[in-house]
């Protein structure tokens, strides 16, 4: 079966601007999380979405943002880029709670110019 | 709280030599999984293995083997006759409960290179 995709693959974007990226979770897996990895800080939890809701976030300010919707696809936005967001992030689906293990996607390169 | 620490930043072995990356955690939960992903250049984190707490059995997947230690709060993996294509950064994960949900935490990883 298909993994997780996610799209776009690499993204530059200008200081201010948003950003809009997408998750498609393995086909009957309904939680969805999302992770930003940069090299001085790791991977770092930014939200988990089950059945359209979300279940549990991490310390990011309000300008990260997600969503989930009726097919398990998920979004997640950044408003007000700045220099510091950019980074590899990270989607990963599983079918119920955490325990059962993540399958990650490729991740979306954001740059932040 | 839960912790994963990593201790070992970045190890450099020569091809066929045997390699142990260390894991160690911190959970108050009595009912966790422990994880271990490889993240190659490509950026994808691979899943490798999921091992509950209940289940102390060291376990070989080929070249790789673990071994899970509940008094140490240990979860050690090592690679055995390593290869170019092991050369990787290697994720140690924990999830455990929190707040009634699982909540994954990743270890900050350990770059390994396996040189020709």
Avoid at chain 1, 14 to 19: E, F, L, P, Y
Avoid at chain 1, 51 to 62: A, I, V
Avoid at chain 2, 79 to 97: N, P
Wanted: charged share 15%; net charge positive; glycine share 8%.
């Amino acid at each position: 079966k298909a993994g997780v995709t996610q799209t776009p693959r690499y993204l530059i974007k200008t200081r201010g601007q948003q950003v809009t990226l997408s998750c498609s979770p393995i086909s009957g897996h309904r939680s969805v999380s999302w992770y930003q990895q940069t090299p001085g800080q790791g991977l770092q939890f930014l939200f988990e979405y089950f059945s359209e809701t979300q279940r549990n976030k991490g310390n990011f300010p309000g300008r990260f943002s997600g969503r989930q919707f009726s097919n398990s696809r998920s979004e997640m936005n950044v408003s007000t880029l700045e220099l510091g967001d950019s980074a590899l992030y990270l989607c990963a689906s599983t079918a119920e709670q955490g325990g059962y293990g993540y399958t990650f996607g490729s991740g979306t390169r954001l740059t932040v110019v | 709280a839960q912790k994963v620490t990593q201790a070992q930043t970045e190890i450099s072995v020569v091809e066929k030599e045997d390699v142990t990356l260390d894991c160690v955690y911190e959970t108050r939960d009595t009912t966790y999984y422990l994880f271990w992903y490889k993240q190659p250049p490509s950026g994808e984190l691979v899943f490798l293995i999921r091992r509950n707490s209940f289940d102390e059995q060291n376990e070989i997947s080929g070249r790789y083997s673990w071994n899970f230690q509940k008094s140490t709060s240990s979860f050690n993996f090592t690679i055995t006759a390593s290869q170019v294509v092991d050369s990787a950064v290697y994720f140690c994960a924990l999830s455990a409960a929190s707040g009634g949900y699982q909540k994954v935490t990743f270890g900050t990883g350990t770059k390994l290179q396996v040189i020709p």
